[in-house]
């Protein structure tokens, strides 16, 4: 039985060590030699895992008879890495199993006995399966829900549908309204929203990159002048991963020298701290930097030099290189170009390559995880041949245009014909007569028109009485619109409230009448089939459609008690009654109709 892979975990607060071997997957309490919760590959059945950037790292199995499963903490400094293999270990088995079952090779385990559980006093005893943290947890990739949801199903995912009711307020409004009142039922109020699911399906599967943000811990000012850093894995994961010589400090240290706590306080407090700095510290914090006979050891002369200390692994093309043209100053004679040149503040140097390195670590991953289809062509060839040479290294995938279609060609019949026929009209228009018209004439008419007209406007004299008139009426319009804005609404909200609520109920019904009546083809999933099904549903929407113009009137007197008008709640809904009306005439006629417009019928 060989081991696949291990990590420090605590399961019911008890630390110990969790394996993953060929055929279980066991824990076992510090200091025992007897694993005490020991699963069978095939009897793992799911798999949860906390929320990246949660304080604990947690990993729960559910069980094929047992949905409670068990839950694991992950304790060491790279948590969250081991974490992620347990999970890709166990999804890989998940998989195998679910695939074995539904061929018959695999049979569902039987119920066995109570599985053992450590006490603190390290007695062994019966205890319950604990409970699921669903506050902070989220499902593994690729893995179904106990609830029995296929894989890749996101239009039967509940998970998935109650992401979109949470995110959708007015949605999961008119979800209780209906559903949970059993007036429709989860299928029903899917159909026609398919859309959504798969929206939310495609957001969840993006893969999240890596945070632009450079690791950069901030301390917090608590009571009494003291300062704290609140230290999470996903916290150490990021500063091992941004300073390697952190993580060579704590391999070296911890635990023959430090313990972990220690270990971090002293860091904090360390002049190799500060040097990692990605901004100004705050000066409350400046006082706590102290020697480290430790942390000393580790630090590095501060890269200010002109040179770079660490150079550049791959060679800089020449039409992108800055330095390029150095050799062209130093055979001619020009000035040297230092517009662009680093180093005239030598103190934000170290700074400034920190955030380069950053950049590059950020842009090779997201290259790695693209593959070659993002990496920019560099071709060699003759120098002299345009098509091959230097020309393609300033040659960037990312600016050329999308590639487009040409389309469908359009067939016409007599498309010579058509051509013709458009010129002809179009030289039609051109040779119809024009009016003509005699320059010398018009001249003589303006001139006509213009006499006895003079520019007094200097002594132009407004009647004060008009002006007066037409002052007091822009007054009264503008002290009208303000009165418009501060004014309440002649709703209350509870009435405008019990309209929405009538309103969205009704457009649910109809949407579900009218697709019941003329079904999507292809598009129906888990929805009615057969014809007598398409009936009962209609039938059924039409019984809460006949109530909605009671609903209506019943809103009216409840306006009219508090005093609105109720012209204004009629004008109102009466789009809503009118859309109803139409569809209760629609089925009273097509019920009556014999042969093909009986009810569920499809019009051609």
Not at 303 to 325: C, G, Q, S, Y
Not at 337 to 356: H, S, Y
């Amino acid at each position: 039985m060989s081991t696949v892979c291990t990590a420090r975990a605590s399961y019911k607060k008890i630390p110990g060590l969790l394996e993953l071997t060929s055929v279980h997957l066991q824990w076992t309490q510090d200091g025992k030699k007897a694993p005490a919760v020991r699963v069978a590959h095939i009897e793992v059945s799911s798999l949860f895992s906390s929320k990246e950037g949660a304080a604990q790292v947690r990993l729960k199995v559910g069980l094929e008879n047992d949905s409670n499963g068990h839950n694991f903490t992950f304790t060491s400094p790279v948590a969250l890495t081991e974490r992620e293999t347990f999970k890709a270990q166990l999804t890989t088995i998940i998989s195998n199993n679910r695939a074995a079952r539904e061929t018959g090779i695999l049979q569902p385990p039987q119920t066995g006995a109570p599985i053992t559980a450590p006490s603190p006093d390290g007695a062994a005893h019966r205890a319950p399966a604990p409970a699921p943290s669903l506050a902070s947890t989220s499902r593994a990739e690729s893995v179904s829900s106990t609830r029995g949801t296929p894989v890749n199903d996101p239009i039967n995912d509940f998970r998935i549908r109650k992401k979109v009711l949470v995110k959708t307020p007015e949605l999961a409004a008119l979800h209780r309204e209906l559903v949970m009142s059993g007036q429709i039922t989860e299928t029903e109020f899917w159909e026609g929203r398919e859309h959504l699911l798969l929206a939310q399906a495609a957001s969840d599967s993006q893969k999240k990159g890596r945070p632009g943000q450079l690791v950069d811990p901030r301390p917090q000012e608590v009571e009494g002048g003291e300062v704290k850093i609140v230290i999470t894995p996903q916290l150490v994961h990021d500063i091992f991963d941004e300073y390697p010589v952190v993580a060579k400090a704590y391999d070296e240290n911890v635990p023959s020298k430090l313990s972990e706590a220690e270990f971090w306080k002293r860091y904090f407090q360390s002049k190799l701290f500060h040097s990692h700095r990605a901004s100004i510290r705050s000066t409350a914090t400046q006082h706590v930097v102290k020697d480290d006979a430790i942390f000393d050891k580790y630090l590095e002369k501060p890269d200010d030099e002109l040179v770079p200390r660490k150079p550049r692994d791959d060679d800089v093309d020449m039409f992108i290189d800055l330095e390029a043209t150095r050799e062209d100053h130093e055979e001619t004679g020009n000035e040297k170009d230092v517009t662009m040149q680093a180093g005239k503040q030598r103190g934000a140097l170290p700074l400034i390559r920190k955030f380069n390195e950053h950049s590059e670590r950020l842009l090779k991953s997201a290259v790695s995880t693209e593959g070659t289809s993002k990496r920019r062509r560099v071709d060699t060839g003759d120098a002299n041949d345009s098509s091959h040479g230097s020309y393609w290294q300033i040659d960037l995938a990312d600016l050329h245009n999308p590639e487009s279609s040409a389309g469908i060609l359009l067939e016409m019949q007599d498309r010579q014909r058509y051509f013709e026929a458009r010129l002809g009209a179009a030289t039609s228009a051109e040779q119809a007569p024009r009016p003509t018209v005699h320059l010398p004439v018009a001249l003589q008419q303006m001139r006509r028109d213009l006499e006895g007209w003079q520019a007094h406007l200097s002594q132009s004299k407004i009647e004060r009485k008009a002006a007066e008139a037409a002052l007091e009426s822009m007054t009264k319009n503008v002290a009208m619109r303000l009165e418009a804005h501060k004014r309440k609404a002649d709703i209350p909200e509870e009435i405008f409230r019990q309209m929405r609520t009538c309103q969205t109920a009704a457009n649910e019904f109809l949407r579900q009448f009218w697709s019941a009546i003329y079904p999507p083809a292809g598009e129906t999933l888990g929805g009615p089939t057969t014809l007598a099904q398409k009936t009962t549903k209609a039938t059924r929407m039409v019984g809460y459609l006949t109530k909605t113009p009671e609903k209506v009137a019943a809103i009216i007197r409840a306006a009219e008690v508090a005093g609105v008008d109720r012209g204004r709640v009629q004008t109102g809904m009466q789009p809503t009654l009118d859309a109803v009306n139409r569809a209760l005439e629609f089925w009273e006629t097509r019920k009556s109709a014999p042969g093909p417009g009986a009810p569920g019928a499809r019009r051609t």
